[in-house]
């Protein structure tokens, strides 16, 4: 079956940085796109950004643009969420996961998802 590890998060100032990865494992995901989530205290979960895993395409919420970077390590089955810039709003529990098909910030069309990972910034 598919599973998705994230790791990455952790306490940081507003301004910093940080590097969140998911890596999937149970299939081959040629044909799958990955999304970032996240959920803060008291809020809705939203969607953050999505890569397609075959051509790379790439989606992002307007409150991360030019902020937030996807990508994908094919070979390591890894895609990964640069964050810089963090602010205070940006805390939140951070989820990835995956879907067959392409990009889409529909968070019910995503079937499987991972853990979570903290992600703390601080003013």
């Known amino acids: 079956q598919v599973q998705l590890e994230a790791s990455g998060g952790g306490l940081v100032q507003a301004g910093g940085s940080l590097r969140l990865s998911c890596a999937a494992s149970?299939?081959?995901?040629?044909?799958?796109?990955m999304g970032w989530f996240r959920q803060a205290p008291g809020k809705e979960r939203e969607f953050v950004a999505a890569?397609?895993?075959?051509?790379?395409?790439?989606l992002y919420a307007d409150s991360v643009k030019g902020r937030f970077t996807i990508s994908r390590d094919n070979a390591k089955n890894t895609v990964y969420l640069q964050m810089n810039s963090l602010k205070p709003e940006d805390t939140a529990v951070y989820y990835c996961?995956?879907?067959?098909?392409?990009?889409?910030?529909?968070?019910?069309?995503?079937?499987?998802w991972g853990q979570g990972t903290q992600v703390t910034v601080s003013s």
């Open positions: 996961a995956v879907r067959y098909g392409g990009v889409t910030s529909r968070d019910g069309s995503y079937p499987y």
């Open positions: 149970g299939r081959t995901f040629s044909n799958y796109a």
């Open positions: 890569i397609s895993w075959s051509d790379g395409r790439s």
